[in-house]
């Protein structure tokens, strides 16, 4: 199934706009979009990309499990993770030297936030409700089996849709990357409503 | 006043928990991070008002919304906030809904209208 790729790239915009908006609240600092983009790939293709995100070893990851399957990912450097959670819990920067019970809880919940403040946003843009589950962290050598794994319990769509979001505190110089990657069937619901 | 706080997130338990205490520092709260604790809690403790979380293990806030949803005042605070489950919840009694991120006076003032008109 084909897709505009300009269309797609609205498409994702707006649903960045709203997440790079919730970082933001949720940290109480000013957060910028460093990339916004849509591709159509194969699930090799998006490890690839995830693994080309150097020095990202912190992965919270959540199931898109009703509406449109598929997966979200956060990634961060460990002390861009630090520095994450220094906000999150309103320490002076600096203050979190390693990821504890509530650390990781305050990780997992901004995947949570973000990914869910971009399926409002496609909920808005194209009437499609997704649910995903709660997320866990995972340890980025572990992608390619959580993606495999998804792969098998796919249709037969070799090709997903994948929004990519880098956002940047700026007061911190630091970077969050999320992907959301979506079985194919967003293509043809994209379609259905732009037809 | 007793409270029920919701959420599978201990990040977010604790962070609605500095919320409540600094308006009510007298205020009793309890917490459950999964839905069955959810109910647990709201049968031990007869809450003034809930703060529930929507997305949670075993079961979710839309199912504790089903049992006891018309019998205590709930305030479901959620990332999940699609309009089709928003009217959901709201139809399973909720009597707000706030989506996370939130501003923590919001919280204060929806608490403090739920239980004005409870």
Same mark, same amino acid.
């Given at each position: 199934m084909t897709i505009d790729p300009q269309l797609l790239n609205d498409i994702a915009r707006r649903a960045t706009k709203s997440s790079s908006r919730a970082l933001s609240l949720l940290i109480g600092q000013e957060v910028a979009i460093k990339t916004t983009q849509a591709t159509y790939l194969s699930l090799d293709k998006l490890v690839d990309l995830i693994r080309s995100?150097?020095?990202?070893h912190v992965v919270a990851f959540s199931q898109l499990i009703s509406g449109v399957k598929g997966a979200a990912l956060l990634l961060m450097s460990p002390t861009d993770a630090l520095h994450l959670v220094d906000s999150l819990m309103k320490r002076?920067?600096?203050?979190?030297k390693e990821l504890g019970d509530i650390e990781r809880s305050a990780i997992r919940e901004t995947l949570n936030i973000l990914s869910n403040s971009q399926l409002t946003a496609l909920a808005q843009d194209l009437g499609v409700t997704i649910n995903m589950l709660p997320p866990e962290l995972i340890s980025p050598e572990h992608i390619a089996h959580v993606l495999d794994y998804l792969a098998a319990h796919?249709?037969?769509?070799?090709e997903i849709i994948v929004f990519e979001t880098s956002m940047v505190v700026a007061a911190q110089e630091s970077q969050v990357t999320m992907f959301i990657a979506f079985d194919a069937e967003l293509a043809g619901i994209i379609n259905s409503k732009e037809g | 006043m007793n409270i029920v706080i919701a959420d599978d997130s201990q990040f977010m338990r604790v962070l609605l928990k500095n919320i409540v205490h600094e308006a009510w520092p007298e205020a009793k709260i309890y917490e459950a991070a999964t839905g069955q604790e959810t109910i647990d809690q709201y049968k031990a403790n007869h809450p003034d008002v809930i703060l529930l979380d929507? =997305? =949670?293990?075993?079961?979710?806030g839309i199912d504790v919304l089903k049992e006891i949803g018309m019998q205590v005042p709930i305030l479901v605070i959620s990332a999940a906030g699609q309009e089709q489950i928003i009217e959901e919840a709201k139809a399973l009694g909720a009597r707000d809904f706030i989506v996370k991120p939130f501003d923590g006076q919001k919280v204060l003032e929806t608490i403090q209208k739920i239980l004005g008109s409870a």
């Open positions: 995100r150097e020095g990202s002076p920067m600096g203050t979190t796919r249709g037969e769509t070799t | 929507i =997305m =949670m293990p075993d079961k979710t």
